[in-house]
T-cell receptor, first 119, second 115 residues
């Protein structure tokens, strides 16, 4: 079962609000990812967690704050967002994060996404 | 820098026909993975097929197959017996160990299927 779940499906927030996106997987994967995707564009990597530790931050503004409370759960905390941050936010997971040897265990499986609108 | 190019922003195919989506990539690495992901209008990105660069045999998954030409750095996706449910955005992606976990995506090809 390659299922990654995300909540909420849709989120509308004002620029002064604080909200959180949640991602969960029960496949025993140890790497989890946040992507931002604009309409008809490829996903852009934001963060990567490996074994609950932040491994990659793609120079994302501090108004996005990731958190990995345990190996199954990944959160993205949002604060003081801008209208240009409106997008589809995708979570993904992989069995592992192979940084030294190429491996099929780092194949990424995506969740359905959260459609975020910032007013 | 590694890049992935999908030269067809949009494609159309008749139901039950065959369509080929093209993808080329630029790399100096010898070992890498290539992927095709499908993203239907319902949004979820689904892995269609994966190819290891060291394997000469082309990967197949039911009606989906790839034509991997390593020397030409080409990785096209063939969809046979197209179905209405195949309508989606298709992304070609590349990964090597020097990318720190990053998938390098192409710009995508939007496939429509005509009944």
């Amino acid at each position: 079962d390659t299922e990654v779940t995300q909540t909420p499906k849709h989120l509308v927030m004002g620029m002064t609000n604080k909200k959180s996106l949640k991602c969960e997987q029960h496949m025993g994967h140890r790497a989890m990812y946040w992507y931002k995707q604009k309409a008809k564009k490829p996903p852009e990597l934001m963060f990567v967690y490996s074994y609950e530790k932040l491994s990659i931050n793609e120079s994302v503004p501090s108004r996005f704050s990731p958190e990995c409370p345990n190996s199954s759960l990944l959160n993205l905390h949002l604060h003081a967002l801008q209208p240009e941050d409106s997008a589809l936010y995708l979570c993904a997971s992989s069995q592992d994060l192979a940084l030294r040897t190429l491996s099929s265990t780092d194949t990424q499986y995506f969740g359905p996404g959260t459609r975020l609108t910032v007013l | 820098a590694q890049t992935v190019t999908q030269s067809q922003p949009e494609m159309s195919v008749q139901e039950a026909e065959t369509v080929t989506l093209s993808c080329t990539y630029d790399t100096s690495e010898s070992d890498y993975y290539l992927f095709w992901y499908k993203q239907p209008p319902s949004r979820q990105m689904i892995l269609v097929i994966r190819q290891e660069a060291y394997k000469q045999q082309n990967a197949t998954e039911n009606r989906f197959s790839v034509n991997f030409q390593k020397a030409a750095k080409s990785f096209s996706l063939k969809i046979s017996d197209s179905q209405l449910g195949d309508a989606a955005m298709y992304f070609c992606a590349y990964r090597t160990i020097n990318q720190g976990g990053k998938l390098i995506f192409g710009q995508g090809t939007e496939l429509s299927v005509k009944p």
